[in-house]
């Protein structure tokens, strides 16, 4: 990152395109758009007479990745919004359907690396966290205002964290002498909160799981995930494709489920000699595993180490629900 500037590098381009096959041109969709990595390597192989529209809710990475892309000319056209509305925002510019959808959930190396987004423990900095810099709930509010039990929940249920309630206790108590304002004040709380034998048995920084958390808390990120998952698969042509990275468990399950749930939507009891419940096959998955990066990548880019990609393509004819399973989530 050089003066301020947007910057983040794109993971398993080569897997994502290869999946994708833009080459087969139609309508794509970057739901993350970031900094615009894989939307560039997706806008190489797009025929001409294709496109690619981009979506994302950080104002800083849109401007970046318009500037970025700007030689494709009509070929890409970027939108400020939370991929969870993508019907809609596809809608509004009489997009029906997709040929490609590219989900990737991680934060990007800009949020993480500019300390006045207070996405980082490792440098002070403000505590916001917001992806979308117009959105009303920040880090702050969440860890001085959320009561007790709200705070253990989202420790334990979005980061994982063992120690939750010592940890949302001891961030109780200091927010009663004064309010908590900065990264580094919060690091300090959580490393203090967790037991000294168990505080340095990790190679990582012992508050990463409740950062986690607070992040996913204040960007909505899993309120409405597999709703938004679902809906990207509907939007999907026959024979469309979705790619999705994820960068921990709790996105991966539940991107795997809605993968498994198209796959296999059928609802009738194991032991049924036959279904009746008429649902069939509405997607086929790629991926039977998920993908990882390579050695090589993840030596370049230790982000890219906790990464699984997965993938499916829409199918032919299938019927899920009997409705339109989309329902757009919270912003």
């Known amino acids: 990152m050089e003066n301020g500037a947007f910057h983040h590098v794109p993971i398993m381009v080569r897997e994502v395109t290869d999946l994708l096959e833009p080459k087969r041109g139609g309508v794509f969709v970057d739901g993350t758009l970031g900094g615009g990595g894989h939307s560039e390597a997706i806008l190489d192989l797009l025929p001409d007479t294709g496109r690619l529209i981009g979506i994302d809710r ?7 990745a318009t500037e970025r892309l700007r030689p ?16 809609t925002l596809l809608l509004q510019r009489g997009v029906t359907g997709a040929d490609g959808i590219l989900l990737d959930l991680g934060v990007s190396s800009y949020q993480l690396d500019e300390p006045s987004r207070g996405f980082s423990y490792k440098a002070e900095a403000p ?33 994982e964290e063992r120690f939750s309630p010592g940890i949302a206790r001891r961030i109780c108590e200091e927010r009663a002498k004064k309010p908590i304002k900065t990264t580094t004040e919060l690091a300090d709380i959580v490393a203090g909160a967790i037991p000294a034998k168990f505080r340095h048995r990790e190679q990582q920084h012992p508050a990463r799981r409740c950062f ?13 995930l597999r709703d938004a998952v679902d809906g990207c698969i509907d939007l999907l042509n026959p024979g469309g494709r979705i790619v999705v990275l994820t960068f921990h468990s709790l996105e991966d399950r539940i991107v795997k489920t809605a993968f498994k749930t198209a796959e296999n939507p059928c609802v009738c009891p194991p032991k049924s000699p036959q279904c009746v419940c008429g ?8 991926t ?17 180490a906790c990464c699984k990609l997965r993938a ?6 299938g019927i899920g629900t009997g409705k339109n399973t989309y329902r757009e989530g919270r912003a």
């Open 58 to 64: 950080d104002e800083t990475a849109l401007r970046a």
């Open 72 to 87: 494709f000319g009509e070929k890409i056209t970027a939108i400020h919004g939370n991929f969870f509305h993508m019907k």
């Open 127 to 159: 505590l916001d966290m917001r992806m979308d810099q117009s959105a009303p709930l920040t880090a702050a509010d969440v860890v001085n205002g959320y009561a007790e039990k709200d705070l253990v929940r989202i420790f334990r249920d979005y980061g």
């Open 212 to 224: 986690q958390a607070i992040r996913i808390e204040v960007n909505g990120e899993l309120q409405g």
């Open 279 to 286: 649902r069939t096959p509405y997607g086929k998955v790629l």
């Open 288 to 304: 039977k595993h998920p993908l990882t990066a390579c050695e090589a990548e993840q030596k370049e880019n230790s982000r890219s």
């Open 312 to 317: 499916l393509e829409k199918l032919d004819g």
